[in-house]
């Protein structure tokens, strides 16, 4: 398999991506990678590293997108950026995936350019994998498409609940919609409109209704279904809780252990590993025809490298394919 890194993608970008190419590349024979950006600077690493290996390839490239930069007129200013150029070779079928830790906004904005949706999508939307009480729930919308529209939202549903049978291991996935309330008829237009949808679709049996915040972390639904601008507010909120407990929570401890601290530090070192997102590697944009991993802007090495298997997986799935037949049989169930 062919990746893509955008090699200027990420707050501490170029050097944490080097790193994480080299030790995906040294674990997986099977992989090459493309690295994108600005070639002398990346040469200067590798050989600064002592790496040449034949598997790790150079692709030049122009500047790249700021966090700080607004998406759409940064390309538009910038049409050799990074995270272009990866987009490009993708569409051009020189590679099978593009992974960044790049601006999100900028990584979606770049993709949707090129058009290259799967048969039958209409929208391409991000999914997160988030730690329950029961294992993991897949949240889809988290930041691709914010401005949503029910059929959206049920396409949601059926490309979630692919990833959660294909990746998590859910043999059948249930789907609940984010909603203020659990009562029915609860929350706006977008969700009423969309609860109608979905109680006459293709997993109707699968389908558990309304999902408060609350009941997100204790795997009350599989998939979990909302519009962008919500599901990143989710997902940015769950991150900080995590991180203000997490570091609380062993402070306190520790202060407090006389016998057995290295043993301490060892449960606490797995617990933070189920929350951080440096273990996920990142989150697919589903819906696109191709493979696209979003990693956070703060990754290191270790998730860079884990985001480039966790493409190598969703190939070896066929996580696309099955996607495009499930569309395929929800579309021949709407009404002509």
């Known amino acids: 398999m062919r990746i893509a890194l955008d090699a200027m993608g990420g707050d501490f970008a170029p050097e944490p991506n080097v790193d994480g ?14 690295l994108v950006g600005d070639v002398p600077v990346l040469r200067r690493l590798l050989e ?15 500047g790249f997108v700021g966090m700080e930069e ?21 569409a051009h079928r020189e590679v099978d995936a593009v992974v960044s830790a790049g601006h999100t906004g900028a990584v979606v904005a770049a993709g949707l350019r090129t058009r290259q949706f799967l048969k039958g999508v209409k929208r391409p939307g991000i999914a997160a994998p988030m730690p329950t009480l029961k294992g993991r729930t897949v949240l889809m919308d988290v ?8 059929e959206h939202l049920l396409q949601y549903g059926v490309m979630g609940s692919v990833y959660a049978r294909e990746m998590l291991g859910v043999e059948r996935p249930t789907v609940g919609i984010m909603n203020i309330g659990s009562e029915d008829g609860k929350g706006n237009d977008l969700v009423r409109e969309t609860q109608a949808l979905l109680q006459n679709c293709s997993f109707r049996d699968r389908y558990v209704g309304n999902v408060e915040g ?10 979990v279904i909302c519009e962008g601008f919500v599901g990143n507010v989710l997902l940015k909120a769950a991150e900080g809780l995590a991180d203000l407990m997490l570091r609380t929570i062993s402070q306190d401890v520790l202060a407090t252990l006389k016998l057995e601290r290295t043993q301490a530090l060892e449960a606490f070192h797995q617990l ?6 440096h273990e996920s590697g990142g989150a697919p944009l589903l819906g696109i025809d191709g493979i696209s991993i979003i990693c956070h802007g703060s990754s290191d090495a270790h998730s860079i490298g884990n985001a480039l298997k966790v493409a190598q997986t969703h190939k070896l799935r066929r996580i696309n394919e099955q996607i495009a037949e499930e569309l395929a ?3 021949a169930l709407l009404p002509v």
């Not at 790496?51 to 490239?61: A, E, I, T, V």
Request: proline fraction near 8%; glycine fraction near 6%; hydrophobic fraction near 35%.
């Open 48 to 62: 600064a590293r002592g790496y040449s290996g034949g598997r790790l390839h150079l692709q030049p490239s122009e």
């Open 329 to 331: 049989r929800e579309e």
């Open 214 to 223: 609350r009941e997100l972390y204790q795997g009350f639904a599989d998939v």
């Open 21 to 34: 190419a080299i030790a995906a590349l040294n674990e997986q024979p099977d992989l090459e990678v493309v």
């Open 272 to 277: 933070t590993k189920r929350f951080q997102y």
């Open 70 to 90: 607004k998406p759409t007129e940064a390309l538009r200013k910038k049409p050799n950026c990074s995270i272009l150029v990866c987009w490009q070779l993708m």
């Open 143 to 150: 930041g691709a498409n914010p401005a949503a529209r029910p």
